[in-house]
């Protein structure tokens, strides 16, 4: 996709998107065979349901019809939210994360790879708990943003959530 396309797809469909409480996230146009595929994601502070995803879709088609912004071919429209494993790539990202585990793939000769949860977030880096191995307790750490290459959220089957922890 053109910087272009992609300019003139982020200005038209944020209004639209940010209208719903709800941030852009990402626009991506590829082909699948014929047809052109735009997929966009989006989340919120509270996460996406369903019935917004399908709400936004339903807006953002009659707003694409409207204009050129897709040419003339036929496409598909896949709007949703970027999914439990999502990569952390701003800010938001880290603190919307906050409890929840994470795997990061540290900068430089950072020892490579860390998974931990995330406890705090503020403006330098985060507060995390290391979880400890064979009986050993957690340990805390702090990490700078600028000491992480790439972090996605972990996927955790058994995690008891807060409220089932307090009682």
Same mark, same amino acid.
């Given at each position: ?6 300019? *003139? =797809?982020?200005? !038209?469909?944020? @209004?639209?998107?940010? /209208?719903?409480?709800?941030? =852009?996230? #990402?626009? #991506?146009?590829?082909? /699948?065979?014929?047809?052109?595929? !735009? ?5 919120? $502070? $509270? ?18 019809? #409207? ?6 071919? #036929?496409?598909?429209?896949?709007? +949703? +939210?970027?999914?439990?494993?999502? @990569? =952390? ?10 409890? *929840?585990? /994470? ?10 790879? !860390?998974? /931990? ?5 503020? $403006?330098?880096? !985060? ?10 307790k957690p340990t805390a750490r702090r990490l700078a943003f600028d000491e992480i290459a790439r972090a996605r959220v972990e996927i955790e089957f058994n995690r008891k959530d807060k409220k089932e922890e307090e009682a």
């Amino acid at each position: 996709m053109s910087t272009t396309q992609s300019e *003139r =797809l982020r200005g !038209l469909l944020e @209004p639209l998107v940010s /209208a719903q409480q709800l941030d =852009l996230e #990402e626009i #991506e146009v590829s082909r /699948a065979g014929r047809r052109g595929v !735009l997929r966009i994601i989006v989340d919120s $502070e $509270e996460g996406v349901e369903l019935d917004a995803c399908a709400e936004l879709s339903r807006a953002i088609s009659e707003k694409l019809d #409207e204009t050129d912004a897709m040419g003339e071919g #036929e496409y598909v429209l896949e709007v +949703s +939210s970027p999914g439990a494993d999502r @990569p =952390l790539t701003e800010h938001r990202h880290y603190v919307r994360a906050t409890g *929840r585990l /994470a795997r990061f793939h540290l900068a430089g000769d950072g020892s490579g790879e !860390l998974v /931990a949860r995330i406890l705090a977030v503020d $403006e330098e880096g !985060l507060d995390l708990e290391v979880p400890g191995v064979k009986g050993r307790k957690p340990t805390a750490r702090r990490l700078a943003f600028d000491e992480i290459a790439r972090a996605r959220v972990e996927i955790e089957f058994n995690r008891k959530d807060k409220k089932e922890e307090e009682a």
